[in-house]
């Protein structure tokens, strides 16, 4: 894999075909005009004349798809991927959880996502890499970073350092998490995979949720809370967040019973749901890839299968309500990796999403419900170049996302894996 920094060069990229994030069709021979890391103009057919950019050069991509860098709303940098136990994990010093996150960013950037949420890090180790990053001391995709996730004293998480109880304190703990620089506040709002806590039961009060959505809005912050019950999520719907993730109904650790009017009500409140159906295909498939595995294994091989059916049965059914959902994989706990997103997409589909609008669900949707709209997720001028390169067409199968020919964050080539260097396009007067 070739990897480049071509600073503020100017690119003409030509492909087969575009799907520009906004959910509509696709275009067919796209020309994209690239200037100052900003996209100037998109074309359609032969390369126009007298181009509008200064000494540019050719990425030309016939025989693949261009689209937006993508997006994976709920990212724990910190976190391994490789199945280890969350509590044993979270004993290690905070420079091996920054070095987990900057080896976490590179593997979602060379996938093509450009741009990731981490929604549960601990103290200040992804705002660090975010500022290595932007002083040119490391590669990362966008960040938007939450911090600690606000759990109650013991509850999901609780590793992390957010342990935080009653109204006051939490509405302290907002105002120190802004201060610290977040971008959304992460709550736990039900108990999850931590040892010791209920994921049948809501983990704050309605009061206390209350009092963090009222202080992060007071600050102009956003609010995402980790649901996986009903109760929890009638909870946060009525607190007024912005934000679900997951959006289970667990009634205990393996079984669901979805609720149409917890279902109704939230579809009523608009509030969009971050999807993370991938967590358990990947436990399912790491169980698969063993040689011998044990009783213990298959069982939640099964369990976490017959749990991945259901959400998706869940996942169609809020979508029919009109429920808007954002892709999302969880990547850093359990088994899900940093380049998954491939996979989340897929199974949206698997769950009734046609492919342009779960690429939406990546691209300008996700901006749209994160807040960066007017800086990337879509393909249309005056936006960030985020761009990708697939060969063929992927939509017919999204898993094939998972290897993308090239990858542009902001203008600057950052994977090409296409034929011959691009090429320089002649200026006026060149033989």
């Not at 304190?169 to 040892?195: F, P, Q």
């Amino acid at each position: 894999m070739a990897h480049a920094d071509s600073g503020s060069t100017s690119w003409v990229v030509r492909a087969d075909r575009l799907v520009d994030g906004t959910g509509g069709p696709v275009l067919e021979d796209p020309v994209v005009l690239v200037e100052d890391g900003r996209i100037t103009a998109v074309h359609q057919g032969a390369l126009p004349e007298g181009l509008p950019v200064p000494r540019a050069r050719l990425l030309d991509l016939t025989g693949h798809t261009l689209l937006p860098g993508l997006t994976d709303a709920h990212v724990h940098l910190n976190l391994p991927a490789d199945g280890s136990e969350f509590e044993t994990w979270s004993r290690e010093p905070d420079g091996v959880f920054v070095a987990a996150a900057a080896h976490g960013a590179r593997t979602a950037l060379d996938v093509g996502i450009t741009t990731l949420r981490d929604v549960g890090s601990r103290g200040s180790t992804v705002f660090d890499l975010r500022r290595a990053a932007d002083l040119g001391r490391g590669v990362a995709p966008r960040l938007l970073v939450s911090g600690h996730p606000l759990t109650i004293t013991g509850g999901h998480g609780h590793p992390l350092g957010g342990e935080v109880d009653g109204e006051q304190d939490l509405r302290r703990a907002v105002r120190e998490l802004n201060k610290a620089g977040a971008d959304w506040i992460k709550v736990i709002g039900s108990g999850g995979g931590t040892k010791g806590t209920l994921v049948h039961r809501p983990a704050f009060t309605r009061a206390e949720l209350t009092a963090i959505a009222e202080e992060a809005h007071r600050l102009e912050l956003k609010v995402t809370t980790h649901t996986v019950c009903a109760e929890s999520l009638e909870d946060a719907i009525a607190a007024g967040v912005d934000g679900i993730e997951h959006g289970l109904f667990l009634v205990d650790f393996e079984h669901q019973e979805y609720s149409p009017q917890v279902a109704e009500q939230l579809a009523a409140a608009g509030i969009p749901v971050t999807s993370t159906l991938v967590v358990g295909y990947d436990v399912v498939r790491s169980v698969d890839a063993l040689d011998k595995p044990d009783q213990e294994q298959r069982i939640q091989r099964d369990r976490w299968e017959r749990m991945l059916g259901d959400t998706l049965e869940q996942f169609a059914k809020m979508r029919a309500l009109g429920i808007a959902f954002i892709s999302g994989t969880d990547a850093g706990w359990r088994f899900t990796d940093f380049d998954s997103l491939p996979d989340e997409l897929w199974l949206m589909t698997e769950g009734g999403m046609s492919g342009v609008e779960a690429i939406h669900a990546s691209t300008g949707q996700a901006a749209e419900v994160l807040g960066f709209a007017d800086e990337a997720g879509t393909v249309v001028p005056g936006l960030a170049a985020d761009l990708v390169a697939v060969a063929g067409d992927p939509l017919a199968d999204l898993r094939r996302l998972r290897e993308p020919v090239m990858v542009m964050q902001a203008g600057r080539l950052h994977r090409h894996d296409h034929g011959a260097a691009p090429a320089w396009l002649p200026e006026d007067g060149d033989g």
